[in-house]
């Protein structure tokens, strides 16, 4: 298992609940994304960390989003009282380090489904 | 804000034949651009880059052009196959000490055997 890993892999939430959404990013990379993708538009910025610091979350929509990474690999995303909006594929990704144009490695996102 | 979008939403090309994927991009300040392609269920795969004091680079089979003055990207598939079917997203990158990228809508490629 090399690549970027995500789960679950699909998720149906009730309006008003909170989902986690959890990424594992390839062993030793250092920068972490986190992307919204609604359906058919291109992957949205979310939020960036480099190590466990969380140094861009200028794109997560509102204050309900909240995005960790405590020790530096694994990254939970978390959305609170889930509205109909948020359903979206939620895509993480990885790079080796914080270089320009260092080539970014996707995992196969969550679809999220808020009824 | 400043954005990366395309032309054409969907693309049907014979097997066999040549494919063009083209983008247009808005800020003139982008200095590096990313085809990514998006397979049903999976995420973005990295295809190719090009740096802006470039106006082609070629990979294997697909060919990227960048026209600043137009602030055109294309993206060129030879002898286009069925596993090519996708959609393709072009994406820039601004800068600013970090990765963060700047998807365009996406072109849908549909390969027809």
């Known amino acids: 298992g090399a690549g970027v890993s995500q789960s679950p892999r699909y998720k149906v939430a009730k309006r008003g609940q909170d989902v986690a959404l959890r990424c594992d990013p390839i062993?030793?990379?250092?920068?972490l994304f986190w992307y919204q993708q609604a359906l058919g538009q291109g992957p949205e910025f979310l939020t960036y960390?480099?190590?466990?610091?969380?140094?861009?979350k200028s794109g997560l929509p509102s204050d309900r989003f909240f995005a960790e990474r405590p020790e530096g690999s694994v990254s939970t995303l978390k959305i609170q009282r889930t509205q109909q909006e948020d359903s979206a594929v939620y895509l993480c990704a990885s790079t080796l380090d914080s270089s320009l144009r260092r080539e970014q490695f996707f995992g196969p996102g969550t679809r999220l489904t808020v009824l | 804000g400043e954005s990366v979008g395309l032309h054409l939403p969907t693309l049907s090309v014979q097997e066999g034949d040549n494919s063009i994927i083209n983008c247009a991009y808005s800020n003139s300040a982008s200095d590096y651009f990313i085809w990514y392609k998006q397979e049903s269920g999976k995420g973005p795969q990295f295809i190719i880059d090009?740096?802006?004091?470039?106006d082609k680079r070629q990979g294997q089979r697909v060919t990227v052009l960048l026209n600043k003055t137009v602030k055109h990207l294309s993206l060129q598939i030879a002898a286009t196959q069925p596993g090519d079917s996708a959609v393709y997203f072009c994406?820039?990158?601004?800068?600013?000490?970090?990765?963060?990228?700047?998807f365009g809508t996406g072109t849908k490629l549909q390969v027809i055997p």
């Open positions: 090009i740096r802006s004091n470039m």
């Open positions: 960390f480099q190590n466990e610091a969380q140094l861009d």
């Open positions: 994406a820039d990158l601004l800068g600013g000490g970090y990765q963060k990228v700047t």
């Open positions: 062993s030793g990379h250092v920068s």
